[in-house]
Each structure stands twice: as C-alpha cells, then as structure tokens.
C-alpha cells in the first residue's frame, strides 16, 4: 500500500512504516523516522540487519513493498526519478571502469547528468583537489584503494547533489584515509548537504554522525542523537582507579583488574562506586581517580544482539 507523507521543507526524509520483502524473507520491517535538512544520519546493524537495503530505497534504487517515503519534499515511490538531480548515491562496493582516466570517467558521468564540458571540467577539478587527489593520467585500476573511493566520492558530488546515501564510505581504507573522509562527510554538512551513511566503524560514526539509527534484524532497534541513545542505554558506568600496597588485605569480593600499576574496579552505579571506595579505603588503599563512562556505540550493539 502507497500511502500520501506530509510535506515539510526543514525535513529532508520522512519515511513511514518501509517494509521490504525478498520472497518470503522481510528485510525491512516497518521502518519509520525523519531526519532533517543538514544532518548526517548513521545507519548501524550487525550483518544482514538490512542497512543496505534501506539505503537503496533511500536512494530510489529500491521500491519498498510498500510504506511512503518523501525526499526533499517529492513523495519517492510516485516519483522516484524526480531524486536525479539531488542525490548523490555511493555504493558498498563501487563499480569503477578500470580502464577509464580519472577525468574519462567523471566526464562519461558528468554527461549522464547533463553538464556542459566546461561544468564538467570545472567540477572535476575542484572535486578531485578538494578530495586532495591528483590521479595525473592514471588508469583507474591503477589507484589505490583509497583513491578509488575518493573518485567514487567525487562522481557522486558532481551534480551537486543536496542529498548523499553513502554506503560504507571509509570501509576497508587505512585510518588516515578513513579520517580524511570523515572530515570531509562533515565539510559537505557545513555546506548544508543531508547525508545517511552506514559503516561498520562505529568510532567514525559516533565522531560524525547527528543522528544514529541501530537496525536489528529489520527493524528500528534505536534512533536518535548519540547523547539520546547514550541515555536510552542508559548505564553510566564508574571505574574507579586506586593503588595499594598489599592488594591481599581487599575485601576478597572486590573484583578488579591492574594494569600499569595501577588497581581498577567498576561499578554500576553510585552505590556501587561507594561500596568500592570504602571496600579500598578498607583494605588501606588510596582512591586515586573515578572516571564515569557512557557506553559506546559498539556497546550498544553487543547489547541490542544479533
Ligand atoms: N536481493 C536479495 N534477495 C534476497 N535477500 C536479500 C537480498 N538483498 C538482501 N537480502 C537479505 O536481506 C537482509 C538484509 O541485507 P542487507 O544487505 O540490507 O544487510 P546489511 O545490514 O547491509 O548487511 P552487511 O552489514 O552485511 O552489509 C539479509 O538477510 C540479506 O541476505
């Protein structure tokens, strides 16, 4: 069933109730949120919790079997070619013609969105020196791994789209290229551009992202800022450092780890992080520092299950 969604222009995506079915197996179920103009969603799940999947339909290349979607205030699924000029699409694994050059091959795209020559040569060249990459006359099979995302990157920006869905952008990359590009998904922020992202670099997308989506098994298992989940998961946890001469004399209840010299144990709570500085003040010890901690993004996950 198509549904109408409500239009509103500060709202980038209002997705209602996307449901996707291959065959018998549901990979979306019932899928609903918005997500306003500027903003970096990240889009988190273990294997097959259906990221993919709902990236392809954010990005029109998949029909949901049914739900209502709108983008940038065209309803998707009545209209889905009217998403060409604002969005950018970056796949998991981009399909790169090895033996095209650079300029070749941004070219060849340029023209499949209807650029003159000189766009094309002048998107080109502040794409390629803003992404800090200077192929020369290379053959694409002949770029490195992080070059080849890069040139995936600059294709998908040169319509100037309002609106990326980048597939795993920094996967398999080495960590100074990775941060590059985490830098520059926040550049194309500050330039106002709407961008759902999903990566298994749960550190980047804590770093970047304004809004975090956790899928599970198709369904939404958590949506919201970082510091909103952090409360949802709630668990702010107390790890508590302290030294002492002879760790014999401890309450032998008291678990703790060492490491550099120095005792930790945690606590779940502040009662718990009382009964830990008494059990050492007990034992003859010294507390010498407490440091509360939020679970991480990577926790959350381990925590929601497969
Ligand atoms: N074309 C298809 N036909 C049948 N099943 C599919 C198809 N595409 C995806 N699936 C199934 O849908 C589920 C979700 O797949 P999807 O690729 O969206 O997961 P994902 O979260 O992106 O996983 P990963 O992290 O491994 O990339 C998986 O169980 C997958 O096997």
């Given at each position: 069933?198509?549904?109408?969604?409500?239009?509103?222009?500060?709202?980038?995506?209002?997705?209602?109730?996307?449901?996707?079915?291959?065959?018998?197996?549901?990979?979306?179920?019932?899928?609903?949120?918005?997500?306003?103009?500027?903003?970096?969603?990240?889009?988190?799940?273990?294997?097959?919790?259906?990221?993919?999947?709902?990236?392809?339909?954010l990005?029109?290349?998949?029909?949901?079997?049914?739900?209502?979607?709108?983008?940038?205030?065209?309803?998707?699924?009545?209209?889905?070619?009217?998403?060409?000029?604002?969005?950018?699409?970056?796949?998991?694994?981009?399909?790169?013609?090895?033996?095209?050059?650079?300029?070749?091959?941004?070219?060849?795209?340029?023209?499949?969105?209807?650029?003159?020559?000189?766009?094309?040569?002048?998107?080109?060249a502040?794409?390629?020196?803003?992404?800090?990459?200077?192929?020369?006359?290379?053959?694409?099979?002949?770029?490195?791994?992080?070059?080849?995302?890069?040139?995936?990157?600059?294709?998908?920006?040169?319509?100037?789209?309002?609106?990326?869905?980048?597939?795993?952008?920094?996967?398999?990359?080495?960590?100074?290229?990775?941060r590059?590009?985490?830098?520059?998904?926040?550049?194309?922020?500050s330039?106002?551009?709407?961008?759902?992202?999903?990566?298994?670099?749960?550190?980047?997308?804590?770093?970047?992202?304004?809004?975090?989506?956790i899928?599970?098994?198709?369904?939404?298992?958590?949506?919201?800022?970082?510091?909103?989940?952090?409360?949802?998961?709630?668990?702010?946890?107390?790890?508590?450092?302290?030294?002492?001469?002879?760790?014999?004399?401890?309450d032998?209840?008291?678990?703790?780890?060492?490491?550099?010299?120095?005792?930790?144990?945690?606590?779940?709570?502040?009662?718990?992080?009382?009964?830990?500085?008494?059990?050492?003040?007990?034992?003859?010890?010294?507390?010498?520092?407490?440091?509360?901690?939020?679970?991480?993004?990577?926790?959350m996950?381990?925590?929601?299950?497969?």
């Amino acid at each position: 069933m198509i549904y109408p969604v409500a239009i509103r222009p500060d709202i980038m995506i209002i997705a209602r109730d996307l449901v996707k079915d291959y065959g018998t197996f549901r990979a979306l179920d019932g899928v609903s949120f918005d997500l306003g103009e500027g903003e970096i969603l990240g889009v988190v799940g273990h294997n097959g919790a259906g990221k993919t999947t709902l990236l392809k339909i954010l990005s029109g290349l998949s029909l949901p079997t049914s739900g209502a979607l709108s983008i940038a205030g065209t309803d998707v699924l009545r209209h889905p070619g009217a998403l060409k000029q604002t969005l950018g699409y970056l796949p998991e694994e981009s399909r790169l013609y090895e033996t095209m050059r650079v300029a070749d091959y941004l070219s060849f795209f340029g023209e499949i969105y209807a650029l003159s020559g000189d766009e094309i040569r002048r998107r080109s060249a502040d794409l390629l020196a803003s992404l800090s990459l200077d192929a020369g006359e290379k053959r694409i099979g002949e770029l490195s791994k992080g070059m080849r995302r890069k040139v995936a990157i600059a294709r998908s920006l040169l319509h100037d789209p309002r609106f990326l869905v980048y597939d795993e952008p920094a996967s398999g990359l080495d960590p100074m290229t990775g941060r590059f590009i985490g830098d520059y998904l926040r550049q194309l922020r500050s330039e106002g551009r709407t961008i759902v992202l999903s990566a298994h670099n749960l550190y980047q997308i804590e770093e970047i992202c304004d809004r975090v989506m956790i899928l599970r098994r198709g369904r939404i298992e958590a949506f919201g800022t970082m510091q909103g989940l952090r409360e949802r998961f709630g668990s702010l946890t107390y790890e508590i450092y302290f030294s002492i001469s002879d760790p014999g004399n401890l309450d032998p209840s008291l678990a703790y780890s060492r490491a550099e010299g120095i005792y930790m144990a945690s606590a779940d709570d502040v009662a718990g992080m009382n009964e830990v500085t008494a059990a050492v003040a007990a034992g003859g010890g010294t507390v010498e520092r407490i440091e509360s901690k939020y679970p991480s993004l990577e926790e959350m996950l381990v925590a929601v299950g497969k």
